[in-house]
């Protein structure tokens, strides 16, 4: 296999765990509550403080970096990420288990600011948009099948388990980036300046498609995050059926994806746009009726 393929391996390893740690927690925050003595609500911060840290640690990492050489951000960025899971499976309080979440986490949106800038370089242009979809696919890869397989894995042995799989997967990943990313990889001829960033996310076409950003995402985990006690209080699953679950998540959203790239240009985008905004729509009355017919039943008892 040439070195350029094995380059895009090397990235698609690293989105694929990243996708892992970002997900994994989702359907384990009842042993984090156990194990740690804190509630569901505190062992939730697991999650949104992870989010926190790849919003701004990301965002002040690569700030910070932008002249430096590409390569050499990726290793430090895959190096931050496995430090940060050590620290993960070592934690003997919450509070340590929190410091390997952030530590990770602000790899993760180092390594997302970089990534798909150097697949590029990487490779001929007309090959551009294949490379990006193809580094992404470890994130898919592991959202439908290795985060199930964690959470049911973690159910009969530890939670330690899937973040030591991850420290695996991390170590074999970074010695992919130090053999086989060139070290001209993504060179950037220009810093950006804080003024500059600042001014291009106040750009009207900018700020719409960020905000529909924001809020879908934020909707969307406000409730996932807690989804593991949600289908294990309301409707009374079994633990081990929540792998299931997310199973059928990840793969929707492996189709989502596809549909999403395959019907999202030219003509298609206009029926597309239509059709998130229907569905969109149809998935408020149905999560409003979900709710108040939980309220009503609950004050009938």
Same mark, same amino acid.
């Given at each position: 296999?040439?070195?350029?393929?094995?380059?895009?391996? =090397?990235? +698609?390893?690293? /989105?694929? %765990?990243?996708? &892992?740690?970002?997900?994994?927690? *989702?359907? @384990?925050?009842?042993?984090? $509550?156990?194990?740690?003595?804190?509630?569901?609500?505190?062992?939730?911060?697991?999650?949104?403080?992870?989010?926190?840290?790849?919003?701004?640690?990301?965002?002040?990492?690569?700030?910070?970096?932008?002249?430096?050489?590409?390569?050499?951000?990726?290793?430090?960025?895959?190096?931050?990420?496995?430090?940060?899971?050590?620290?993960?499976?070592?934690?003997?309080?919450?509070?340590?288990?929190?410091?390997?979440?952030?530590?990770?986490?602000?790899?993760?949106?180092?390594?997302?600011?970089?990534?798909?800038?150097?697949?590029?370089?990487?490779?001929?242009?007309?090959?551009?948009?294949? =490379?990006? +979809?193809?580094? /992404?696919? %470890?994130?898919? &890869?592991?959202?439908?099948?290795? *985060?199930? @397989?964690?959470?049911?894995? $973690?159910?009969?042995?530890?939670?330690?388990?899937?973040?030591?799989?991850?420290?695996?997967?991390?170590?074999?990943?970074?010695?992919?980036?130090?053999?086989?990313?060139?070290?001209?990889?993504?060179?950037?001829?220009?810093?950006?300046?804080?003024?500059?960033?600042?001014?291009?996310?106040?750009?009207?076409?900018?700020?719409?498609?960020?905000?529909?950003?924001?809020?879908?995402?934020?909707?969307?985990?406000?409730?996932?995050?807690?989804?593991?006690?949600?289908?294990?209080?309301?409707?009374?699953?079994?633990?081990?059926?929540?792998?299931?679950?997310?199973?059928?998540?990840?793969?929707?959203? +492996?189709?989502?994806?596809?549909?999403?790239?395959?019907?999202?240009?030219?003509?298609?985008?206009?029926?597309?746009?239509?059709?998130?905004?229907?569905?969109?729509?149809?998935?408020?009355?149905?999560?409003?009726?979900?709710?108040?017919?939980?309220?009503?039943?609950?004050?009938?008892?």
């Amino acid at each position: 296999m040439d070195k350029t393929k094995m380059a895009l391996i =090397a990235l +698609a390893m690293m /989105f694929f %765990g990243t996708g &892992i740690t970002e997900f994994i927690p *989702v359907g @384990l925050l009842p042993m984090f $509550s156990q194990e740690f003595g804190v509630s569901l609500f505190e062992a939730g911060s697991t999650v949104s403080l992870y989010a926190f840290g790849v919003a701004v640690g990301g965002v002040i990492l690569t700030s910070l970096t932008a002249q430096v050489n590409c390569k050499r951000l990726l290793v430090f960025a895959v190096a931050l990420f496995l430090i940060g899971h050590v620290f993960t499976v070592m934690a003997t309080t919450f509070i340590w288990l929190l410091i390997g979440r952030i530590m990770a986490a602000a790899a993760h949106g180092l390594f997302f600011a970089i990534a798909s800038s150097v697949a590029v370089s990487l490779v001929a242009p007309n090959k551009s948009a294949g =490379a990006i +979809a193809f580094i /992404f696919s %470890g994130f898919t &890869i592991a959202t439908a099948f290795a *985060v199930p @397989l964690g959470t049911y894995l $973690s159910e009969f042995l530890s939670w330690r388990v899937s973040f030591w799989g991850v420290v695996v997967v991390e170590a074999f990943t970074l010695w992919l980036n130090l053999r086989y990313i060139p070290n001209n990889a993504g060179h950037i001829t220009s810093k950006p300046s804080w003024h500059n960033q600042w001014k291009l996310i106040t750009t009207p076409q900018i700020i719409l498609p960020l905000v529909i950003t924001v809020l879908g995402y934020g909707r969307t985990f406000a409730t996932f995050t807690y989804l593991s006690p949600i289908l294990q209080n309301i409707t009374k699953i079994s633990a081990s059926a929540v792998s299931i679950v997310l199973i059928m998540y990840g793969v929707m959203i +492996a189709i989502g994806n596809y549909l999403g790239g395959r019907f999202g240009n030219g003509r298609y985008y206009y029926g597309s746009r239509h059709g998130l905004v229907s569905l969109y729509e149809r998935a408020n009355v149905t999560g409003q009726y979900y709710v108040v017919g939980k309220t009503l039943c609950a004050k009938c008892r």
